[in-house]
């Protein structure tokens, strides 16, 4: 189910790059399950919203040849312009600085496919903001999301072992499948198309656990604290309908 990565990974200097580059669970591989319920050519023009290193971004250009304009918050168009230049992907990979929440600077109808790994759940959660990305997506196009998600619901019943890590960001971002279900069925112009626990979750965090980032040592007791009960990823792919 992932040729592409575990290709890629078959080498150490490429495992070594991805250990340097990942911001969280495995974007690349989270990229390619995400991407095996789409048709992705090198004719599309695609938005990576939250894109971090790139990784995702690399991944649609390599692998597809499609034309991505990566976009970030918290890392800077200029670092991942260098990275691209640096794998021969300037060409295709457009870097670009946005913030979600206050507006995009693209045209409406301009993308064939929008896509989110591991970022959209920071600024996705309200109910005007996937209204406000769908007018950028062109009629028949799609919105593809690989976020994080919890099995179900906490409430106020946080589970004890998840107590010393659930704060009041994660309850914030942190939502089950039917909760992104209920908040996205509420959009006009779009159909939900595939909603589902993605299988590469175990796998994507190991190897995420595996870089050396702070964060990731940060998640290890976490992660070992939930052992495999509570966390999943969820990914949706909504299609762009005609009004
Ligand atoms: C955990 S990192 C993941 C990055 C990358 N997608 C990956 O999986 O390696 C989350 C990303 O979401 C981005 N992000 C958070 N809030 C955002 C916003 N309001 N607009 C755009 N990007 C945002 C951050 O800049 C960050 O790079």
Request: proline fraction near 5%; glycine fraction near 8%.
């Amino acid at each position: 189910m992932y040729p592409f990565t575990d290709q890629f990974m078959s080498n150490d200097k490429n495992v070594e790059f991805l250990k340097a580059t990942m911001m969280g669970p495995n974007a690349m591989r989270l990229s390619e399950e995400l991407s095996s319920r789409l048709n992705i050519n090198d004719s599309m023009r695609i938005l990576d919203l939250g894109c971090g290193r790139g990784l995702s971004t690399m991944f649609l250009v390599k692998k597809y040849g499609a034309s991505v304009f990566a976009a970030d918050l918290w890392i800077s168009p200029t670092e991942n312009y260098r990275r691209f230049k640096s794998l021969g992907i300037d060409g295709e990979a457009m870097p670009i600085s946005v913030d979600a929440t206050k507006g995009l600077p693209f045209a409406n109808g301009y993308f064939d496919l929008l896509f989110t790994v591991d970022a959209y759940h920071y600024f996705g959660n309200t109910a005007g903001m996937l209204p406000s990305l769908i007018p950028l997506v062109k009629e028949g196009g799609y919105i593809a999301v690989a976020i994080p998600g919890i099995k179900y619901e906490f409430g106020e019943n946080v589970p004890d072992e998840m107590k010393p890590f659930w704060n009041d960001e994660m309850a914030r971002t942190i939502h089950s499948l039917a909760w992104w279900e209920n908040l996205w069925s509420k959009a006009g112009g779009i159909k939900i198309v595939d909603i589902r626990e993605m299988n590469c979750c175990k796998q994507a965090w190991a190897e995420w656990l595996a870089s050396p980032d702070p964060h990731a040592k940060e998640d290890v007791k976490m992660m070992e604290a939930e052992n495999g009960q509570y966390f999943n990823f969820i990914q949706m792919i909504a299609l762009k309908q005609g009004i």
